[in-house]
């Protein structure tokens, strides 16, 4: 059947891209059209080197043949099944695979589609739970400033994004936010940083400002990713646990970014020896290949739903697709690659040559601090003057065009590179980045 309207392929106007400079973008467009591995390649066919794996998701690398396999066959075999009252097998076998990785303690997977989804289902699980314990007065969330939650309103409302939050109105009532870790004393602090485990204490303040009765949750990244890498301080996550705990307040730790690899375990809870009630993840879930997220709870979290008739519905809450066939068997198989090539391992090892590579650039111009975990880095540029944000665009500008593919937030470079990198991918990516900050104004 003809389509009555063919846009003509050099056409950029219909797409209203996301968080993304679109009339920049239209003037000057930047395109992939292929990936492999660790590159892309761009529509004038160059190769650019990936060094945040797409936007924190493709942690085993591009186009990889396990997950490609899986998709194709599912998609022949069962392409969807309904969620709700319905099942499948795929996705009850992701999910147990999911629980075989996770912390102990950790026991069921409730399926989002993205990381967004995620931080909403994970709220309402939360406000939910205490309801069904006769504690219905516990509806307050607690977030952080500088958090990243994505961008639904619960999200938004947690989040402590001035630009996500500012231009979409009142928010959700009932919340609060504890102060962020990022402090001058830990700048240039290789890894975990030293100073600040105090600055959970404030979660205290906040207990005795509203009731400990009138909160149901706090939401954290165990590390902040897309506000510029800001990590927790030694002994700041046990404290935000031990606090939460002794208040009966749940703790999610918001793991879209850490999940799955980056900081050299499964979750970044394992990385930290510290378990929250609820876990937040997406992105690495499928390798990015295909949209899906998990809530994963404690039994106690799930338990407390378990009663009334049993022809019931527990919880009113689900998506179409939570769960989807395809995207279940990309899970499993994203999960196979990880587990087969040692990937988590992997980043564990690669972790301290990373971390060497990236400070090398101390000293370098206008870098003011960076900082680093697992396979994560951030490099934080002096802005320029009267124009913030606008030396780090030009950064990431220039490392495109001498192929490599970083992010910037604000004036802060991220980089998050798959965890198959090698060590002189690494040298190439850092050795690009000294190139362009060394010839930026
Ligand atoms: N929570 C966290 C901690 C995230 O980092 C989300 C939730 C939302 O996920 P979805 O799948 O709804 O986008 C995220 C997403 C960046 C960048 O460059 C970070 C994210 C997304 C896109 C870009 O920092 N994080």
Known sequence: MALDRKPAPNDLNAF??????????????????????????????????????????????????????????????????????????????????????????????????????????????????????????????????????????????????????????????????????????????????EHGANLADDLERIVALHGAETIAAVIVEPMAGSTGVLLPPKGYLEKLRAITKKHGILLIFDEVITGFGRLGSAFAAQHFDVLPDMMTTAKGLTNGVIPMGAVITTGAVHDAFMNGPEHMIELFHGYTYSGNPIAAAAGIATLETYKQEGLFERAAELAPYWENALHSLKGTKNVIDIRNMGLIGAVELEPIAGQPTKRAFSAFLNAYEKGSLIRTTGDIIAMSPPLIISKAEIDRLIGTLKEVLDTLE
């Open 16 to 193: 209203w891209m996301p968080f993304t400079a679109n009339r920049q973008f239209k003037q000057s467009p930047r395109m992939f059209v292929a990936a492999k591995d660790m590159h892309y390649t761009t529509a004038d066919g160059r190769q650019v080197l990936d060094g945040t794996a797409g936007l924190w998701c493709c942690n085993a690398g591009h186009c990889r043949p396990l997950i490609t396999e899986a998709i194709q066959k599912q998609a022949a075999e069962l392409d969807y099944a309904p969620a709700f009252q319905m099942g499948h097998p795929v996705a009850f076998e992701l999910a147990n695979r999911l629980i075989d990785i996770s912390p102990k303690g950790m026991e069921h997977v409730f399926y989002t589609n993205s990381g967004s989804e995620s931080v909403e289902t994970a709220l309402k699980i939360a406000i939910a739970y205490h309801r069904a314990r006769g504690e219905g007065t516990r509806t307050r969330l607690i977030g952080r400033e500088r958090g990243y939650h994505g961008v639904n309103f619960g999200g938004i409302s947690v989040g402590g994004i001035v630009n996500n939050r500012k231009f979409f109105g009142t928010l959700l009532a009932g919340v609060d936010h504890l102060p962020h870790t990022h402090i001058p004393q830990n700048a240039f602090a290789k890894g975990q940083p």
